[in-house]
């Protein structure tokens, strides 16, 4: 009985969702972008970025950071994940790969954020799929609720297509295109009928 409520109020919130951007989005940081989102629940929200890269920081410039050898894996681009805490690193990625630490959002997503990721992507034994992020987009309690309702975001279920196979310049247009929405049709007005 308890573990049919955890996840009947689970599915209540977005774990595991995209957030698409709403065209009008106001704030520069966030205009255009999807958002994987790691956690939601009652105490408030985290996600990454997942389509803008940071041009000046590449994967190889990460582990010279952290005295790691690069051995050839440099062809992983480095996504800005959002304005909190942009310093810090975070590895989302498929679930092939768990070590302490991991967070298993989903059957198709985890999350790592230790050095000992890193090493493994760097010796070509981390996860088969992974993008990395520094910085977070976050949220508190009913903040990202109340995003939604102002017409700020719209939300699809994640696929790893999406994550992880899409160019990042055309994963908002998928994103929208998952959910059967014609960007240039979209009204960021709210309204009621």
Same mark, same amino acid.
């Given at each position: 009985?308890?573990?049919?409520?955890?996840?009947?109020?689970?599915?209540?919130?977005?774990?595991?969702?995209?957030?698409?951007?709403?065209?009008?989005?106001?704030?520069?940081?966030?205009?255009?972008?999807?958002?994987?989102?790691?956690?939601? =629940?009652?105490?408030?929200?985290?996600?990454?970025? @997942?389509? $803008?890269?940071?041009?000046? %920081?590449?994967? #190889?410039?990460? !582990?010279?950071?952290?005295?790691?050898?690069?051995?050839?894996?440099?062809?992983?681009?480095?996504?800005?994940?959002?304005?909190?805490?942009?310093?810090? =690193?975070?590895?989302?990625?498929?679930?092939?790969? @768990?070590? $302490?630490?991991?967070?298993? %959002?989903?059957? #198709?997503?985890? !999350?790592?954020?230790?050095?000992?990721?890193?090493?493994?992507?760097?010796?070509?034994?981390?996860?088969?799929?992974?993008?990395?992020?520094?910085?977070?987009?976050?949220?508190?309690?009913?903040?990202?609720?109340?995003?939604?309702?102002?017409?700020?975001?719209?939300?699809?279920?994640?696929?790893?297509?999406?994550?992880?196979?899409?160019?990042?310049?055309?994963?908002?247009?998928?994103?929208?295109?998952?959910?059967?929405?014609?960007?240039?049709?979209?009204?960021?007005?709210?309204?009621?009928?």
């Amino acid at each position: 009985m308890g573990y049919e409520l955890m996840n009947e109020q689970k599915d209540l919130y977005l774990t595991g969702n995209l957030l698409i951007a709403m065209p009008e989005m106001l704030d520069p940081r966030f205009r255009k972008s999807v958002i994987y989102i790691c956690t939601h =629940g009652p105490e408030g929200a985290m996600g990454l970025v @997942i389509n $803008k890269p940071i041009e000046e %920081i590449t994967f #190889d410039d990460v !582990l010279e950071q952290f005295n790691i050898n690069a051995c050839g894996a440099s062809n992983i681009e480095v996504m800005n994940g959002g304005p909190v805490e942009s310093s810090r =690193g975070f590895v989302l990625h498929s679930p092939d790969y @768990i070590q $302490k630490g991991t967070l298993v %959002i989903c059957k #198709d997503f985890a !999350l790592t954020a230790t050095i000992d990721i890193l090493e493994a992507v760097a010796r070509g034994d981390g996860p088969q799929k992974q993008l990395l992020a520094l910085g977070y987009a976050g949220w508190g309690p009913g903040q990202l609720d109340a995003e939604i309702l102002n017409n700020g975001w719209l939300n699809v279920r994640a696929d790893d297509e999406i994550v992880f196979q899409s160019k990042h310049v055309e994963k908002w247009n998928c994103a929208m295109t998952k959910i059967g929405v014609d960007p240039s049709i979209l009204s960021g007005k709210v309204g009621h009928a």
